[in-house]
């Protein structure tokens, strides 16, 4: 019989987070004399600790940004590529821009709210992301349609 690869049961990142607070807990232990050895030393790290992300060069960037050209709906993903690369906002709040909330000048630079996490500093989730005039151009292309 051949042996079948097991998937794990839980992602790297839930099993990342279960072994952080389990590390924690046995850290809080030893350190409020509930335990007398450290035992979260013992902890194993898990595969997604070692991962490394690389940051894209301007050349791959610039690639990426001509491809939205090849795309079904051209000009949106344009759009949309040009304010990830340009602001870093996340995908929940592209999906929040509403056209009253751009303001651009007459350069295509401008400004724009967004709604996105919700932190104990920001409860609403809104704040003002700055555009430049590279990616104001691919808004107001997007928007004249």
């Known amino acids: 019989m051949a042996s079948v690869a097991r998937q794990p049961l839980l992602s790297q990142n839930t099993q990342r987070d279960v072994l952080r607070r389990l590390s924690q807990y046995l850290r809080w232990a030893y350190n409020t004399d509930r335990l007398p050895v450290d035992l979260a030393k013992w902890i194993p790290r898990t595969g997604a600790d070692t991962k490394r992300r690389r940051v ?21 993903d344009t759009c949309a590529l040009a304010l990830f690369i340009q602001t870093g906002i996340r995908r929940a709040e592209l999906r929040s821009i509403r056209v009253e909330s751009i303001h ?8 724009m709210r967004v709604v996105g996490k919700r932190t104990k500093s920001n409860l609403t989730g809104e704040r003002t992301v700055a555009v430049d005039a590279k990616a104001g151009k691919a808004v107001a292309a997007y928007l004249d349609v």
Not at 57 to 75: F, K, N, V, W, Y
């Open 104 to 111: 651009l000048a007459a350069d295509h630079s401008g400004t």
């Open 56 to 76: 894209l060069t301007i050349a791959e960037l610039e690639r990426l940004l001509a491809a939205g050209s090849q795309a079904a709906d051209p000009l949106r």
